[in-house]
C-alpha cells in the first residue's frame, strides 16, 4: 500500500533535512537531535516492513530494485546505529535522501520478474549486502572529505566546518570502514565461487570480473595506506572509482538481464 512507503519516505527526508539545519545553523538544541533520532528510527522500521514482503519460506526475491532498496536500508539503518556512538551523523545529509528515492523507486518500478535466491546461497546474498553498505558508507565518507579539505583549504571556515569531527578523525573513520568493507568484499566473492553453481550459465562472468576489479583497488588502497601512508585525494579518488566499478557490476548486471533483456 502507497501509505507504507510514504512513512519511510517522509521521515527519511525529514532526517535528513534536520541534520542539514544541524549543520548549517547555531541555535540548535538536543531536541532538534532527538527528533532527528525518532524519525530515523520510524524510517528504519517502517522500511523493514515494506521489504519483509520479499521473504519467503524458500528464498528471497532479489530483483534490482528490490535489491537496491534493501542494501540502502542496510546502509541507512547501520549509519544510524553507528551515529548514536560516533560522530558519522553528518554522513546523513547525503545517505538518507538517496534511501527515501530507492523507497519511491520500489513503489513506483516494482521488480516483476524478480529472481527467488534460495536460502543455501543467503550467506553470499548477505556478505555482498554488508559490503556495499559499508563501502557506500565510506564513499560518502570520502566525498564529505574532500568537502571538508577544500574548505580548510580555503581558509572557509563556516558552522559545517565547526561542527565536523576534526580532518584526522574523519579520515580514520573513513579507513576503517574502507577496511571492514574490503573484508566483506573479499569474503562475498569467496563465497560466491563456492555456492554459486552454473556460472557461465548465469551470466555472472560479467558481474564477478568487475567486482575483482574492483576488490583489487580496494585492497590496493587500503595496504597502500598501511605500508606506504597512502591518503589524501588520490585515495579518496580511487575509493569513488572503485566503488562505481563495484555498482555497474553489479546494478549493471541486473539491469541487463531484468529490465533489457526480458
Not at 100 to 112: G, H
Not at 209 to 232: D, K
Request: proline share 3%.
Amino acid at each position: 500500500m502507497p501509505p507504507l512507503y510514504i512513512i519511510p519516505f517522509a521521515t527519511y527526508l525529514l532526517a535528513a533535512l534536520l541534520l542539514t539545519r544541524y549543520f548549517m545553523l547555531d541555535n540548535i538544541t538536543k531536541r532538534h537531535r532527538a527528533v532527528t533520532n525518532l524519525s530515523l528510527l520510524i524510517a528504519c522500521i517502517s522500511h523493514a516492513y515494506i521489504l519483509k514482503d520479499y521473504w519467503q519460506g524458500d528464498g528471497i526475491f532479489f530483483g534490482l530494485v528490490t535489491s537496491a532498496c534493501f542494501i540502502s536500508w542496510v546502509v541507512a539503518t547501520l549509519l544510524f546505529l553507528t551515529s548514536l556512538t560516533k560522530p558519522v551523523h553528518v554522513i546523513g545529509i547525503l545517505v538518507y535522501p538517496l534511501t527515501a528515492i530507492s523507497v519511491i523507486l520500489l513503489l513506483l518500478f516494482p521488480d516483476t520478474n524478480s529472481k527467488l535466491v534460495s536460502i543455501s546461497i543467503a550467506s553470499h546474498v548477505f556478505l555482498s549486502v554488508g559490503a556495499y553498505a559499508l563501502l557506500a558508507i565510506a564513499v560518502a565518507q570520502s566525498i564529505l572529505l574532500k568537502i571538508q579539505e577544500r574548505l580548510l583549504h580555503d581558509h572557509n571556515i563556516n558552522n559545517l566546518i565547526n561542527k565536523l569531527p576534526p580532518l584526522q578523525t574523519m579520515e580514520d573513520f573513513f579507513f576503517q570502514t574502507l577496511k571492514m568493507g574490503c573484508i566483506l568484499l573479499t569474503l562475498s566473492l569467496a563465497s560466491g565461487f563456492i555456492f554459486v553453481d552454473e556460472f557461465f550459465e548465469q551470466n555472472l562472468s560479467y558481474k564477478t570480473f568487475l567486482s575483482v576489479i574492483a576488490w583489487i583497488v580496494f585492497v590496493g588502497i587500503v595496504v597502500g595506506h598501511r605500508m606506504f601512508g597512502w591518503r589524501g585525494k588520490n585515495a579518496i579518488l580511487a575509493t569513488q572509482i572503485a566503488f562505481s566499478v563495484l555498482v555497474l557490476a553489479y546494478f549493471g548486471t541486473k539491469l541487463v538481464l531484468e529490465r533489457l533483456i526480458t
